[in-house]
Each structure stands twice: as structure tokens, then as C-alpha cells.
């Protein structure tokens, strides 16, 4: 078995892992790099591998850094099913759609500076017609439910809790000795009792793992300590007189906050004010959602069912979901104290930018930051205290309290990683350690030598194309 590690190695984005097996090349993700915007356009537009040499591509989850790259993959060549679980497929349709049309926006806007400087116009990496297109790629599995992914390979898919619909994977297959060998990818591992989604599986056996590292070194606050934090915010800022923006994933956070204001609301915890989900993509995302309660924890349904006067853990009377520019044009104007939930979740495109541009000057409103923030964008510098930022090329003070509040994170922390470590019985040989910050997997890296035991040279921290054989 060869490992080429194409993306996510030291940095967290771009998950792109190449496994060659018995002469089959299967792809673990296919993400988009997020971060500067040269850089970024450099490494999505130019594959680093031949696409159609690839048999089939298997896909851990929907979000962007792992998914977003399929229809180019497909654009340029690619011929094999891309294979996830159904929930995955689902939010792909919303997400690919609009990562598209995101890209064929920015480059008409692009394209318009280029003619006034007399340069040639600009394709975008992909279109929405091409995120379309790739969707007839799809083959969806459901857990735990062993499928025939290639001759002599075997996929198993089991529930992440990350997000909705995400897997860890499982290959068996026998080496060129005949002897039974089991890869397992992580994707991205959730966190235990964290809202909506069930826990994430702890795994009995692998000769090699592929494992995310993002919160490595770092421990997350208690969920419930967090959900408090918010309840505060909201109401500190409700009684200056001013806003609550929040910068949020459309797919996941936006849902978790959602729940989370809906227990508030109905408990009379926070006060009768106007909450916004002011995004396209999470109103798509969202019915998604609503269409796989299965992935649903047993306390989401029994407040579902027993609780809440609603019966919609996505909805209650004082949300409102802006799907319209003019509806979303309309909230500049609110003079009220008002909740704003809106994407990206890393202030870098959409119309989060709007609202940020709108209220970073006044004193009375909070920017509260409830996601990772990749370097070079705009949220990481409002997390490092930025006294002024730069938005749609105008420069602006930061006079509005800006707050991080890491609970609400999708990852398991350092301990929660170790933890699922521990729980192999029959103990990998190899942890190739992968979606994180240097700091972050050399961190983890430590605890699997000091805590669990492995040998330095059982835990490697992949360089950028790097190889490994296992």
C-alpha cells in the first residue's frame, strides 16, 4: 500500500489522500484549499495528480475543504463513482451548486478589473453547471452496510459525528502477502454529546490510520459551558442596543446554533428579539436536515417530539430565513437589537461581509466568532485583535467587541482524539497524522507517544506530496 498525501498535510484544509492498493488508486476526499486567495486559486485549479488515472474516490463528508474540489476533479478527467454516504450526497447537491456559483461570481468581478488593465479574462476552477454534472457521479452507501468498492476491496463506512452524514472509512483488502489489512481515514471526528448528531463510533481494529489533528494540545469547553457563553452575549449586547453577528458554516454550526436558540428561546433564557439565518445555502441546508432524522442523537428527538411546542428543532417563531438579496439588503437597515447568523464562517466571501461591514464600527454590537478561522482571512484577524480591517477594499475600525467561543466546535479535542485511539483493540502500526497546524499534530503526535505508547516512528506528520509505504 503506497499513501500520497496531497493536501491537509500541516495546514487544515484541503483534504486530498491518495491510496494505491493492489494496482487500484482510490482517492480519500477531494477538498478545496482555503486561504489566501492566490495561493488558494493556484493549488484548487491545478490537481497535483492525473484524475483519470484515479478508480474511484470515496468522500468522508460535505464540507468544503473535503469536498469542494470534485467537479474540477471530474472537469478534468476523473471517470470513477465518487462514493459517500446518503446524507453526504445530499448537502453536496446544495454545497457544490453554490461553491460554483461562488466562483463564477468572484471571477466576473475579477474579470472586470483584468479588462480595465487590458489583461485576458479568467475561467473560474469550476461552474455551477459543472457542480451539477458531477452530482451524476455520486453513489451513496449507508453505515455500516460493507459494499465491494473495488475488486478485492472493501469499504465500510461508520458515523463520525462531525457532521451530518460524515464517515469514517474503513478499507480491507489483503496484501501482496495474502494477509488481511484494514486502512482507516478518521475524516474529520466529532465530539461525544454534541447537539443533534449521535456519537461519534469508536473502531475495534486498523493496521494503518489516516487521523485528523486539529485541536491537537488543545481541550475544548464543556458544550453546555459554551451555550451559556452565547445565552450572555446575547443578552449583553440585546441591552446595549446593538447586534449579534455571528460568522457561521452554513452547513453544521448554522444548525447547531439554530437548536441551540431554539432551547434558549423556549426556555426564556434569551429575550424576544429577531433572529436571522441570512444565507441561501443554509436554508438549503437546513431542509436537508429536516430530511434525515436518523442521524439524529436521542435527546435532538426526544426534544423533538416530547419538548418543543414547535416540533421543528430548526425553527420558532422569532427566526427568520433570508434566502432573497433584497430581504437580506433589508437587514442593514434594522435599527433594533437583532441576532445575524450568516456565512461564510470564515468572513472571507458572502454576505457575512455585509453585516460585519455594517456593525464593525459601532460599539454596541459583538462579533462572536464560533468556528476555527484559517490563517490569512479575514475572521482570523478579527480573532488575533485586529484593530482595523480592510473589507471590499475600504479600511474600517474595529470598535464592536469581538468574542470566541470555541465550544461549539465540530472537532474532538486533544483528549477526545486520544480517546479514539484508545478504543482499537487491535492497534494500528502506522498514525498518519493529518488536518492540522504543525503546532497541532506535532501536540497530538506527543500525547499517542506518551499516553498510549507508540513508537516515534509509528506516528508520522505527513509533509505536503509526501510518500509513505505501508
Known sequence: MKITFHGAAQTVTGSQHLVEVDGHRILLDCGLYQGSRKESDRRNRNLPFDPASVDVLVLSHAHIDHSGNIPNLIKAGFKGDVVCT??????????????????????EYVNKKRLKRGEP??????????????LGCFLAIGYERPYTLLPGVTL????????????????????????????VFSGDVGRPDTPILRDPALLDAADVVIMESTYGGRTHP????????????????????????????????????VYTLNKLFHAHDIPDMPIFVDSPLAVNVTNVFRLHPEAYDRETLDYMTKEDPDGDVFGFPRLRY????????????????AVIISASGMVEHGRILHHVKNNIEDPRSMILIVGWQAPD???????????????????????????????FSGHADHDGLLNWVRAFQRRPEQIFLVHGELESAEA??????????FKPGQVRIPTMHQVFKA
Do not use: W
Request: with cysteine.
Open 86 to 107: 446518503f446524507a453526504t450526497r445530499d448537502l453536496c447537491a446544495a454545497m457544490l451548486r453554490d461553491s460554483g456559483n461562488i466562483q463564477e461570481r468572484d471571477v
Open 121 to 134: 479574462p479568467v475561467e473560474p476552477i469550476y461552474t455551477e453547471e459543472d457542480a451539477i454534472h458531477a
Open 156 to 183: 465500510t463506512f461508520y458515523d463520525a459525528g462531525h457532521m451530518l452524514g460524515s464517515a469514517m472509512v474503513a478499507l480491507d483488502f489483503a496484501d501482496d502477502e495474502g494477509r488481511d489489512r484494514r486502512l
Open 222 to 257: 464543556p458544550i453546555d459551558e459554551s451555550e451559556k457563553e452565547l445565552e450572555q452575549a446575547i443578552n449583553e449586547t440585546y441591552r446595549r442596543g446593538g447586534k449579534v453577528i455571528i460568522p457561521a458554516f452554513a452547513v453544521g454550526r448554522t444548525q447547531q446554533l
Open 322 to 337: 433570508v434566502r432573497q438579496v433584497e430581504q437580506s439588503k433589508e437587514l442593514n437597515f434594522l435599527r433594533e437589537p
Open 377 to 407: 482571512t479575514l475572521g482570523r484577524s478579527l480573532v488575533e485583535g485586529a484593530s482595523e480591517v480592510r473589507i471590499f477594499g475600504e479600511t474600517y475600525q474595529r470598535r464592536a467587541q469581538v468574542r470566541v467561543l470555541n465550544g
Open 444 to 453: 497530538l503526535a506527543a500525547g499517542l507517544r506518551d499516553d498510549l505508547g
